[in-house]
């Protein structure tokens, strides 16, 4: 790759729906909230936006599969609209391929829209995939990642009471975050008696299922400057697709997620980051398990590979800490409905760049990153955001 | 010479009481326990379980034909022998057939094996039997019926146990049957049924083998007889001046009446304490009873099937409630038949998911499952072949899942690397969940996994490594 991104686009507009048991509405009643408040942020009108991208993860006709779903929920019509799924790095990148429109000149300014009613469907957690037979037949979520996670905690000796602290530290955050799914804190002890789900990981080691959508308006960095908005420019993104099926590749290692690793090296690149630790202000990154977390801390070259447990412990990815990760509550707390949650992270992260975020604000907060990971480590997609003034 | 080349029994892992059945029923315990199928299992399972342990320890490890035996057939129309002889791996030109109908199945097909082999048709055959008979709920015969499986291969090299004479009567005399229409067996179970059916048949097949032998009871070393239900082959042996001791012990208080495979397996049980020289007689009974006489070879000395009975017998978990163990013999039946099969995605598939098939690169030697055209490894296309993979390995990583649906939650689940290359994702089973750890030894076995589309849909499951 030649031409960076870094510096090209801005976002000038977010808006996020509260994350929840939505129950009362429909999934085009939370992209028309979504969308309304980005553009409202934003201060311009639906009439004045060239493309969307439609982020959404579930399938079946109501369920978000088609471009329709948001063209008549905002009777956004007689515009392209393109509808991205990548599993759960849906919401990341959407807003990435709306970047690269952007950043092309193609498109002036742009929609991102992520949005996914988990909670209308009659199954529990995400439907079943027909790769395998014994994948089609009843593997789940929290089982999949439990590969990796007993893997990685045998490999390091690592044990459930660290996979605990990031549950007690994301669920300290959502507590002081109003659109959270989850807005109560938890003790170690808590978390450690919960009833297992997919041993190493209890009820609360797991992000629920949740209802939600965020958006977010787009356009080149000349554009917010005519506009005369404060100027938050995308600094870098990657994103990297390793094997979906680690449990039949004789050459995954099932420790890293390489695919991780790869979207941070390419985002880096672009932003110019030598140190990641030392230069990103915050991170919002992809805690649907709480050992994910810890993981990700070493695949995004927070800490060395195998000290991801004594990260969280010695506090640095806390709320005042030396890194915070989540600030937001992470999915764990703040909820993860599958194609909004990417983002809903950008929606955090220019909140915080912004100081808009209240009591969870990030003291000093310059650059942020989000991390997407979806399927068993199969995706991942990074992005870079940062304040220039 | 013509006889058994490899023998072997499969006990299902799992137990259940006859006092806990008598106490879901406040009625009298007849005491002991019966072999349970687990809710994946079904008599195909079973004698696929039998048939490749048997497989495992015929010299060349492949067998010229694969006959299936079994009142309790999982299909009605589509060989289950067929299938049993695709989750072998044998070839497409193996002899293959289904005997049923008469609890004397078992017999059939041993007979059918020999004239085979006798003819020159094929060297070695295989036949498997099982049986999972359902008894009605709170009926007579539920403390009676156990489900087990057994394999004996026929062939004239490497011969463990000669045929000297075989021959039966029939009789269709009404002792157990069951219409096209019932789940359940109708017994006629009585004091009358058992001498004028059971005991009659099986004394005239004893005699007319005797005879043709030109033996004696005093030189048999070992009588192996069916039985309908505790002690009536202990009588039927006396009036035939038998000593207790020269009767083969038929395991009902272990295991029960197992049906069709009962002669097949308790014949397999007896082999393992049978010494060179020995003579053997077998009888089974069923619409009449069939019998013959076996030698055993000096070659029976030096063999060893890769589980013995007596290891099988001895192990056990039991379902520690009567509802529990009717929701495991029920849970498939009562899935509900939404699926829809494309037998295209089968054809295709069938290779890799039933006969566990898969490929290997040539350039860096890697082996995979998946019919992957490009190696992980080295990413080269140009040398992809395909491989038999082997059905043992190890737990390379687990989960022991709660929300993965199952009668009995939670359900370990492991990352199995296979002895020699390749990888496997499924269940861990007969074993108690929090006992998987990274590491253990474990071997495939066939299970029924779901149901829907017309079809019982089998695939790959893993057990603590029983050899």
Known sequence: MDASIRDKVAVIGVGCTKFGDLVDQSLADLMVEAATAACSDAGVGLDELDAAWLGTFSPGMNGGKATITLADALRFHGRPITRVENYCATGTDAFRNAVMAVASGQVRMALVLGAEKLKDRPVRGLQREGIDPFLEYGTTAPGMFALAANRYMNTYGVKRESLAKVAVKNHAAGALNPKAHFQMKVTEEQVLKAPLIAYPFGLFDCCPTTDGAAAAIICSAETARALGKPLITVKGMGLAVRTGKPFLDPTCDYVGFPATQEAAAQAYKAAGIKDPAGEISFAEVHDCFTWTEITNYEDLGFCKLGEGAKFVAEGHSALGGKLPVNPSGGLKSFGHPVGATGVRMVYEIVTQLREQAGPRQVRNARLGLAHNLGGPGAVSCVLLLGRDT | ?467
């Not at chain 2, 004091?191 to 097949?205: E, L, N, P, V």
């Not at chain 2, 089968?346 to 040539?362: D, I, P």
């Not at chain 2, 140009?382 to 687990?398: H, M, S, Y």
């Open chain 2, 1 to 467: 010479m013509i006889g058994i080349t490899a023998f072997s029994a499969a006990i299902p892992a799992y137990r259940v009481a006859r006092d806990t059945i008598a106490a879901a029923w406040e009625s009298r315990s007849l005491g002991g326990r019966l072999a349970a199928h687990r809710f994946d299992e079904d008599s195909l399972t079973l004698a696929a379980s039998a048939a490749q342990d048997c497989l495992a320890t015929l010299p060349g490890g492949s067998a010229g034909g694969l006959y299936f035996a079994t009142t309790t057939a999982p299909f009605l129309e589509r060989l289950n022998a067929g299938l049993i002889a695709a989750i072998l791996d044998l070839p497409p030109d193996a002899r293959t057939a289904d005997f049923g109908n008469s609890l004397r199945a078992g017999l059939f097909a041993l007979g059918a094996a020999t004239d085979a082999v006798a003819a020159g048709r094929s060297d070695n055959i295989l036949v498997a039997a099982a049986d999972t008979r359902a008894a009605a709920a709170g009926g007579d015969e539920e403390q009676n019926y156990g489900d087990a499986a057994a394999a004996i291969a026929i062939g004239k090299d490497h011969v463990l146990a000669e045929i000297v004479t075989r021959g039966g009567v029939s009789d269709d005399f009404l002792e157990t049957v069951r219409r096209d229409r019932d789940p359940y067996v109708t017994s006629f179970a009585s004091k009358f049924t058992t001498d004028r059916g059971y005991a009659r048949s099986m004394a005239a097949a004893i005699r007319k083998n005797l005879q043709n032998a030109q033996l004696e009871p005093v030189q048999i070393s070992k009588l192996v007889l069916s039985s309908p239900d505790k002690g009536a082959h202990l009588a039927l042996a006396k009036k035939l001046g038998f000593q207790p001791a020269q009767v083969q012990d038929t395991a009902w208080e272990q295991i029960g009446v197992t049906g069709t495979p009962m002669p097949l397996l308790l014949l397999a049980a007896a082999l393992e304490s049978a010494k060179p020289g020995d003579y053997l007689l077998l009888a089974g009974h069923g619409d009449g009873a069939g019998a013959m006489i076996l030698r055993a070879t000096e070659a029976l000395a030096k063999y060893r099937p890769r589980v013995t009975f007596a290891a099988q017998l001895a192990a056990g978990i039991e379902f520690r409630s009567y509802a529990k163990w009717r929701k495991s013999c029920d849970y498939l039946r009562e899935q509900g038949e939404t699926l829809e099969i494309s037998n295209i995605f089968y054809a295709k598939e069938e290779s890799q998911n039933v006969r566990l098939r898969g490929v290997e690169c040539g350039h860096c030697g890697t082996r995979q499952l998946q019919h992957q055209r490009l190696c992980p490894k080295c990413s080269k296309s140009d040398a992809i072949k395909e491989v038999p993979l082997a059905r043992t390995g190890v737990v390379f990583t687990f989960s022991v899942d709660q929300l993965f649906p199952s009668p009995f939650p939670p359900t370990a689940t492991a990352v199995v690397d296979l002895e020699g290359g390749g990888r496997i994702f499924c269940e861990v089973v007969d074993c108690a969940p929090d006992t998987v750890r990274i590491g253990l030894p474990v071997e495939l076995t066939i299970r029924r996994l779901k149901e829907g589309g017309g079809l019982h849909h089998y695939y790959w499951k893993c057990r603590p490594k029983r050899f």
